[in-house]
């Protein structure tokens, strides 16, 4: 995106205070306020220092960001303004000073990072006077506390989804349809879109298609540019049991579809039904991972866990392999595909692993399903993706109302993140799973709780 010729005086531009919790959302967070000033308060600079070890995605993302700063600051002092791009406008510093007339750790009783922040925030208020200072945060109740001291506080808004309840569901249900076209689907398989509607219609999008007497489900085919008939398939065992659960087994095994989404609430068989896709197309692809990120208890690390790597990451994992269990239980032990689950374990065709000890492995010709992809950040998504090599098909499922990570919500999270960027690719299909499967009881709790 070009940058606007006309520069804007130094009065018009605002000084944005980031907090650590922006910067390990993303790393690049700083180049994203345009003509704006950046401060980076030190508190938070000593805070990414004490993230800088270790393999998950926030310690990536603090390494980085803390060697961005080296090399932008070059032979100049961290306390002078210097250029976030390399271009005259749009600046950043490290702001050393966590004293102002107003003390937050006196005002709210506590020595801590939070309020050397607020502190730092309030000195560049009353240093720039003509200036508006904004604090940039996830932290909700920092925002508040900000708030209550006058300060401008806002969330960081890159990579939010603005409309939630436009959020693409990648299903469309249709009436009074014209026969010719329910006829049509069913004889041949496939049906001209004109015959349906004159409308642009989105890559890989699934219809329910009705008149009086039929019904018929179809996806949106772009290569042919035509209607093509979904049928009710099984795999490995598992069959669908409403036309959502078809669409998504339709997209798990298809293998021109290269990224498939699937989000749904409890029970509404994302996960069981994208392990049964991968393991009746694993011919077709060297290994099948499955992989969720460790979101740890109380925000402890697996360190405090006892055990070997294994055995910490083993309670994280339980829902995958729970899911496994379910799929061997449908046979017996005699059976070639009970015995080939167990072969493809021991061989690790099949590996079951937390997401932050994927990381730097090749993902070519892999079948990847990451679950509870609600909790990544669209950085750690990204970064996900583009490892893909050739041949690999990625599958993300999650519910996007039930995040256990910190500084992320319905909005900012990487699977709401993903389904809007990648709506209307010929390789993405995507649904939305909302009837529950599991039992009778959970309908009732995910209805009435």
Known sequence: MSRKTNIVSESERKIFVLDTSVILYDYTAIKNF?????????????????????????????????????????????????????????????????????????????RKADHKIL?????????????????????????IK???????????????????????????????????????????????????????????QYFILKNNTQSVLARYDIEEEKLARVQKRSAFGISPKNAEQTFALDALLNDHIRLVTLQGVAGTGKTLLSLAGSLERKRYYQQIYLARPIVPLS?????????????????????????????????????????????????????????AYIRGRSLSNIYFIVDEAQNLTP????????????????????????????????????????IEKFKGQSVYAHVTLQKGERSLLANLANDLL
């Open 34 to 110: 345009k003509d704006n000033d950046v401060v980076i308060p030190i508190t938070v600079l000593e805070e990414l220092d004490n993230f800088k070890k270790g393999n998950d995605t926030k310690n990536f993302a603090a390494r980085e960001f803390i060697r961005y700063i080296d090399k932008q600051s070059g032979e100049n002092t961290l306390q002078d303004w210097m250029p976030i791009n390399g271009r005259a406008v749009g600046k950043f510093k490290i702001e050393m000073n966590t004293e102002a007339k107003l003390n937050a750790e006196k005002i709210f009783d506590e």
């Open 119 to 143: 502190n730092t925030t309030l000195y560049l208020k009353e240093k720039y006077t003509n200036r508006k200072v904004v604090l940039v945060t996830k932290d909700i109740n920092l925002r």
């Open 146 to 204: 900000a708030k209550s001291l006058n300060i401008h506080a806002e969330d960081y808004e890159t990579g939010k989804v603005k409309q939630l309840d436009e959020l693409h569901t990648g299903k469309l249900e249709i009436n009074k349809v014209k026969p010719i076209v329910i006829q049509q689907l069913y004889q041949t398989g496939v049906c001209d879109v004109k015959m349906l509607t004159k409308q642009k219609l989105i890559p890989n």
């Open 299 to 355: 925000n402890k690390d697996i360190g405090y866990l006892p055990g070997d790597i294994q055995q910490k990451i083993n309670p994280y994992m339980e829902p995958l392999w729970d899911n496994l269990k379910f799929i061997k239980s449908l046979y017996s032990e005699k059976d070639k595909e009970f015995k080939q689950i167990n072969e493809m374990l021991e061989s690790e065709k099949l590996l079951v692993s937390a997401l």
């Open 379 to 418: 950085h750690e998504i990204k970064t996900i993706i583009t490892r893909a090599g050739e041949g690999t098909k990625i599958v993300f499922t999650g519910d996007i109302q039930q995040i256990d990570t910190p500084y992320l919500d319905a909005q900012s999270n990487g699977l709401s993140y993903l």
